[in-house]
């Protein structure tokens, strides 16, 4: 069966590179309107240009405020997908409290804002599906030199159990997706930053079992599924898609 999302309105966080922009594309193209939100407004707009399905957005998730009247001026969600996120490199002696914060602020913090001013919209509707990008390195999976990274993400996944058993009556669905090592721009700019680009993209490489990265559009058509009715008896879950990562 094909999955349609026609006639459902989706919110995605940090829409204009990578997950975010590929989940945007895939749901765009099977049939939603998406609501593409980023802090780079030129860039989501360029995204937006691409789709007469997507509207594009400047939207920093770290002010409240601004999420609340972003929220309020949209049509009702059906669909949310958080996106937004940042790794931070070191171990807990690396950690100091501004890395702390950033890290849940980011990874944490700013899903639960979102979230929280989406779900009344949801609710009133009586339906709605959240989607949570948390990580396979989290409470699934420890790594090296992912201190703050995992315990951020596993926070998420919290999230998720605890808005899914919060309203399974209501409706709602509310589900994880935890990507292993993804192909992205901000993965790209991590590799650049150790000085040897090469010699670190082999290292990530190494460490996957199929022996590759993963691409957004793996991750996407999960986000797809889990927004669309096919997976209409699924929630609180967390998806691992790491490439066999966490066997």
């Known amino acids: 069966m094909e999955q349609t999302l026609t006639g459902k309105t989706a919110l995605v966080t940090a829409a204009a590179n990578g ?8 749901m765009a193209a099977r049939g939603a309107h998406v609501i593409a939100t980023d802090i780079d407004g030129a860039a989501v707009q360029a995204l937006a ?8 957005h400047q939207l920093d998730v770290l002010d409240s405020a601004a999420v609340e009247a972003l929220v309020a001026s949209v049509a ?7 996106c937004a ?22 990874n944490a913090r700013a899903m ?8 009344p919209g949801m609710l009133s509707s009586g339906s709605g599906s959240v989607i949570n990008i948390a ?15 995992g315990a951020s993400k596993a926070a998420i996944i919290g999230m998720t159990k605890a808005i899914a058993a919060d309203f399974v009556k209501d409706g709602i669905r509310c589900n994880a997706i935890c990507p292993g090592t993804v192909q992205s721009p901000s993965l790209n700019d991590r590799l650049a930053a150790t000085g040897d680009f090469d010699k670190a993209l082999a290292a990530f490489q190494e460490r996957q079992p199929m022996g590759r990265l ?3 559009e793996e991750i996407a058509d999960m ?9 209409a008896f699924t929630t609180g879950q967390a998806f691992a898609v790491d490439g066999g990562w966490s066997i």
């Open 76 to 82: 009702p969600v059906h669909i949310l997908l958080n």
């Open 49 to 56: 240009d691409t789709s007469p399905n997507i509207t594009g």
């Open 112 to 119: 639960f804002r979102v979230t929280k001013a989406v779900l």
């Open 223 to 231: 986000v797809c599924y889990l927004a669309g009715d096919l997976s």
């Open 214 to 216: 993963g691409q957004p």
């Open 19 to 26: 997950i975010g922009r590929s989940s945007a594309e895939a």
């Open 135 to 149: 990580s396979i390195v989290s409470s699934e999976k420890g790594a090296p030199r992912r201190f703050a990274y």
């Open 85 to 106: 996120g940042w790794v931070h490199d070191g171990t807990i002696l690396d950690c100091d409290d501004a890395v702390w914060d950033r890290s849940f602020d980011l």
